[in-house]
């Protein structure tokens, strides 16, 4: 079945620095692949998504990029700020058609001021 | 425009006990979704539904049941509490044809 796996866990950076998350998937049918934030208490919220017949998306400090081949997607945060201390899940959609989602595991991260 | 509200937002209970965690939102979306959320284990599909009156089982049901009356409220039953139900419940919504998931701010859960 459809499983996706993300690193790392926890990831701090000084204020200003770049970070990246990594997502793996193994089905190499999902076509659909967004970003969620989670602050501290907060429900998640979607932040950026990919679809799979794009290889990059930018909005802003954030980017999306998407590798079919490998099976991998990845977050990057350009001069990151203490505003971006969260927990951030990667998440594919399902082929089954109703619109389920595989959630990765979340990383916590911690920019430092 | 109060997007997916979760009552409520804390509650402990004892083994054994049941109760309602409910979920309602006001966007019109027919697909709506509880998830549980473990530390370290991201996001578990318990239940959800494309529409009134169609429920179906997602990842990890057991101990849990949904009921789909209306479009708008989506609560899930926990009967017979026990402690592995201890966890934070994030319910969400969407709609066919958008992308992206609503969440409402969750319910934290302990059992003792």
């Known amino acids: 079945g459809e499983n996706v796996e993300q690193h790392p866990s926890t990831l701090s950076v000084q204020e200003g620095d770049s970070a990246v998350i990594k997502c793996t998937y193994s089905?190499?049918?999902?076509?659909?692949f967004p970003w969620y934030k989670q602050e501290l208490g907060k429900g998640p919220q979607l932040i950026i998504d990919?679809?799979?017949?794009?290889g990059e998306k930018k909005d802003q400090r954030i980017a999306v990029t998407l590798n079919k081949t490998a099976k991998h997607f990845s977050l990057h945060i350009t001069e990151t700020q203490p505003e971006d201390s969260a927990v951030y899940f990667c998440?594919?959609?399902?082929?089954?058609?109703?619109?389920?989602?595989?959630f990765g595991t979340g990383t916590r991260l911690k920019v430092l001021a | 425009n109060a997007g997916v509200t979760q009552t409520p937002k804390f509650r402990i209970l004892k083994i054994g006990q049941s109760m309602t965690l409910q979920c309602a939102q006001d966007?019109?979306?027919?697909?709506m979704y509880w998830y549980r959320q473990d530390p370290g284990m991201g996001l578990k599909l318990i239940y959800y539904?494309?529409?009134?009156?169609?429920?179906d089982k997602g990842e990890v049901p057991n101990g849990y049941n949904v009921s789909r009356s209306t479009t708008e409220d989506f609560p899930l039953r926990l009967e017979l509490a026990a402690p592995s139900q201890t966890s934070v419940y994030f319910c969400?919504?969407?709609?066919?044809?958008?992308?992206?998931?609503?969440f409402g701010s969750g319910t934290r859960l302990t059992v003792v």
């Open positions: 969400a919504s969407s709609n066919p044809g958008q992308e992206g998931y609503t």
């Open positions: 089905d190499s049918a999902s076509n659909y």
């Open positions: 990919i679809r799979s017949n794009v």
């Open positions: 998440a594919l959609r399902g082929t089954s058609g109703t619109y389920k989602y595989i």
């Open positions: 966007m019109n979306h027919n697909y």
């Open positions: 539904s494309v529409g009134a009156g169609i429920t």
